[in-house]
């Protein structure tokens, strides 16, 4: 049976937690800050958890992360 392959994409944006959570940054962070507020961007900042809807999925993408 061959390797699966690694969605490079997903391995990108997503990691692993040591219990098994998929671990993703957060959206809206990248560019045209200057309307968005101080508080805002600061709690953009924190990374969050996927969804357990996605969850299956997402794992299915990163196999050997």
């Known amino acids: 049976m061959p390797k699966i392959k690694t969605h490079r994409g997903a391995a990108k944006r997503f990691s692993l937690t040591k219990s098994g959570k998929v671990k993703r940054g957060k959206a809206y962070r990248s560019h045209i800050l200057n309307k968005k507020s101080t508080k805002r961007k600061r709690n ?3 990374g969050t958890f996927i ?11 990163i196999p050997y992360k």
């Open 44 to 46: 953009l900042r924190h």
């Open 51 to 61: 969804a357990s809807a996605e969850e299956k999925n997402i794992k299915k993408l």
